[in-house]
């Protein structure tokens, strides 16, 4: 998924690695795995509640497992844009680890040496991957026994690579989508300022239907699954109304 810039030449950061020709780069304390703390918090707290009678050493132990397969879809995905970026000869600038996930890093979304359709590639490596690892998370699904912790395993792959793949193809600047659509009006022959404005208007647009489909489920008690609605919904319309802006 595209984030916003995290790296600027006046960063002091320092360089740890490479992968597909981009530089791997931490600043200071932020490489610290805070997010797999966090999430380790969750995925016991979700083991807990899908079987109370598990003691705790197993909630424990079953979130240690469910983990790394919630974050390494994150970081698969971030990892298929550098090596899309890298496969057309334009890697990306920067690769930032913050809080133990990486972060994206070009220093010119709209550098002209870059053509619309690499653009368009290089944002859809991401998502790829996620369709990709999805496919192979529903293979295995058929393979394990409804009742068993693999089976609990491979459905919170299922889970975790379908909101990365839905998430990041709407079309919100700072995500894939908002990119690939961008682009792809730009190679049909609009100039820059005209895609941005009609991403901002399709914006505005997708920011009604998230906020419809947030009531709804609300309304139906998925308070959390509203919740991340409602606040798509809030990025959307602040990105329709000019507040929120890709530079």
Same mark, same amino acid.
């Given at each position: 998924?595209?984030?916003?810039?995290?790296?600027?030449? /006046?960063?002091?950061?320092?360089?740890?690695?490479?992968?597909? &020709?981009?530089?791997?780069?931490?600043?200071?304390?932020?490489?610290?795995?805070?997010?797999?703390?966090?999430?380790?918090?969750? =995925? =016991?707290? @979700?083991?807990?509640?899908?079987?109370?009678?598990?003691?705790?050493?197993?909630? @424990? *132990?079953? !979130?240690?497992?469910?983990?790394?397969?919630?974050?390494?879809?994150?970081?698969?995905? #971030?990892?298929? %844009?550098?090596?899309?970026? /890298? +496969?057309?000869?334009?890697?990306?600038?920067?690769?930032?680890?913050?809080?133990?996930?990486?972060?994206? %890093?070009?220093? &010119?979304? #709209?550098?002209? /040496?870059?053509?619309?359709?690499?653009?368009?590639?290089?944002?859809?490596?991401?998502?790829?991957? #996620?369709?990709?690892?999805?496919?192979?998370?529903? +293979?295995?699904?058929?393979?394990?026994?409804?009742?068993?912790?693999?089976?609990?395993?491979?459905?919170?792959?299922?889970?975790?690579?379908?909101? @990365?793949?839905?998430?990041?193809?709407?079309?919100?600047?700072?995500?894939? *989508?908002?990119?690939?659509?961008?682009? /792809?009006?730009?190679? !049909? *022959?609009?100039?820059?300022?005209?895609?941005?404005?009609?991403?901002?208007?399709?914006?505005?647009?997708?920011?009604?239907?998230?906020?419809?489909?947030?009531?709804?489920?609300?309304?139906?008690?998925?308070?959390?699954?509203?919740?991340?609605?409602?606040?798509?919904?809030?990025?959307? +319309?602040?990105?329709?109304? *000019?507040?929120?802006?890709?530079?």
């Amino acid at each position: 998924m595209k984030k916003p810039a995290v790296v600027s030449p /006046s960063d002091d950061v320092t360089r740890i690695g490479t992968v597909f &020709d981009t530089p791997v780069v931490v600043k200071g304390l932020t490489w610290l795995p805070l997010a797999e703390g966090v999430v380790w918090i969750f =995925t =016991t707290w @979700l083991a807990g509640k899908r079987r109370p009678e598990r003691s705790r050493c197993q909630r @424990l *132990g079953i !979130g240690l497992l469910t983990m790394p397969i919630i974050l390494g879809s994150e970081w698969g995905h #971030n990892f298929a %844009h550098a090596a899309a970026a /890298s +496969l057309i000869g334009k890697p990306m600038d920067a690769m930032r680890i913050s809080w133990g996930t990486p972060l994206i %890093h070009y220093d &010119d979304i #709209n550098d002209t /040496s870059v053509t619309p359709r690499q653009h368009v590639v290089r944002a859809l490596g991401g998502p790829i991957f #996620n369709m990709l690892a999805l496919g192979t998370a529903l +293979l295995l699904r058929n393979k394990t026994h409804p009742e068993s912790i693999p089976r609990e395993l491979v459905d919170t792959a299922v889970g975790t690579n379908t909101f @990365l793949c839905t998430v990041s193809l709407l079309p919100m600047p700072g995500i894939d *989508g908002g990119p690939i659509l961008k682009w /792809s009006l730009v190679e !049909g *022959g609009v100039t820059q300022e005209e895609a941005d404005e009609k991403v901002r208007r399709v914006n505005g647009f997708l920011g009604v239907l998230l906020g419809v489909a947030s009531a709804r489920a609300f309304k139906k008690r998925r308070g959390l699954i509203g919740a991340l609605m409602a606040l798509l919904a809030a990025l959307a +319309l602040a990105i329709g109304s *000019g507040l929120l802006r890709e530079q």
